[in-house]
C-alpha cells in the first residue's frame, strides 16, 4: 500500500469530495477521501471484494501505474463544487486522461497534436455512416476539445479512451441523453453490429456526480467483440472502447470505465 499523504486542513462540512491517497488497482477500487480544494489529490484503495466481478487473484485485472489528479489553479474550484455551476473542469484534461496499465503498447495515433486529438479522428471510431451525423451533433453542442489515449495489452485487448470538453455541464448532459440511450448508443461503433446496455456491470465505486451507460456487442459478433461506455461528468463527456479478438473481457472494462471515472469525479 503506497504511503498515506501528509494530512490536511479539515475542509467545510460540504466539500467532502475531493481524493487523498493514491491508488494501485492490484489492491483495489477506489473511494473518496478529503483534502482541500487546489491540491493535487489521488485515489484511495479498498479491498477488491467491495467491487462485484473484481474478486479474485485471477480475475484478468490489469495493473495500472499510481494515478493522481493534477492540481487545480490556485483558487479554482473542483468540477462539482457547489461554487462551479458550470461543471468547469479546471485541470489540464490532458492530464485527467487514464494512463495505460503495465505492459500495454500505446496507440500512437491517438496521441494527437499536444496532446490534443482532431475531431476526425475521434469520429474514425464509429461506422461510416454514423460520422456526418455526430459531427453535427459536436459542432452544435460546442465541442472545444478532445483529450485521449489508446494501449494494446498483451492478450490483444484494444482500449481508447476519449475526453471531449464542452462550454458547460448542460450542455455535456444533454449530449449525453442524446448518444447513450437505454437500448444502445444512437451511434455504431466500428465493427460492432450491435450494442446493448450490459446489465451485468457492476454498479458500486460509481461517483455520485458521474453518469455512466455501458454497452456490450452480445454474440453472434464478428472476429472481435465490442465494448463501449458513455461518461457524463460536468463539462467534460467520456467516451471509452475497448475491443478484442474472441471476445472483450468484462474485468478489464470494469477496471477502465471506474478508474477513468474516478478521476473526472
Not at 490556485?74 to 495505460?100: E, M
Amino acid at each position: 500500500m503506497p504511503p498515506s499523504p501528509a494530512p490536511f486542513a479539515a475542509p467545510p462540512p460540504r466539500d467532502r469530495r475531493v481524493l487523498r491517497a493514491v491508488l494501485r488497482w492490484t489492491a483495489a477500487v477506489v473511494v473518496f477521501a478529503v483534502v482541500g480544494a487546489g491540491a493535487a489529490y489521488g485515489i484511495t484503495e479498498m479491498e477488491r471484494t467491495d467491487v462485484p466481478g473484481l474478486a479474485t487473484e485471477s480475475d484478468g485485472r490489469w495493473v495500472y501505474p499510481e494515478l493522481t489528479k493534477p492540481p487545480l489553479p490556485s483558487g479554482s474550484p473542483r468540477p462539482f463544487a457547489d461554487a462551479n455551476k458550470a461543471g468547469t473542469h479546471h485541470a489540464d484534461l490532458r492530464a485527467l486522461v487514464l494512463p495505460a496499465p503495465e505492459g500495454a503498447t500505446g496507440d500512437k495515433a491517438l496521441r494527437g497534436a499536444d496532446g490534443w486529438l482532431a475531431t476526425k479522428d475521434f469520429l474514425a471510431e464509429y461506422e461510416p455512416e454514423e460520422r456526418d451525423g455526430l459531427r453535427q451533433q459536436l459542432t452544435d453542442h460546442g465541442l472545444r476539445h478532445i483529450a485521449a489515449r489508446g494501449w494494446t495489452t498483451q492478450d490483444g485487448t484494444h482500449t481508447r479512451v476519449y475526453l471531449l470538453r464542452f462550454d458547460t455541464a448542460a450542455v455535456v448532459d444533454e449530449l449525453y441523453t442524446d448518444l447513450a440511450a437505454a437500448a444502445g448508443p444512437t451511434h455504431l461503433a466500428r465493427g460492432a453490429d450491435s450494442l446493448a446496455f450490459d446489465d451485468q456491470f457492476p454498479e458500486s465505486a460509481r461517483p455520485d456526480d458521474v453518469q455512466r451507460s455501458v454497452y456490450v456487442e452480445n454474440k453472434p459478433y464478428g472476429g472481435e467483440q465490442v465494448r463501449q461506455a458513455y461518461l457524463s461528468a460536468g463539462d467534460v463527456l467520456g467516451v471509452i472502447v475497448q475491443s478484442r479478438e474472441g471476445g472483450a473481457r468484462s474485468v478489464p472494462f470494469q477496471q477502465t470505465v471506474v478508474l477513468q471515472s474516478q478521476l473526472l469525479g
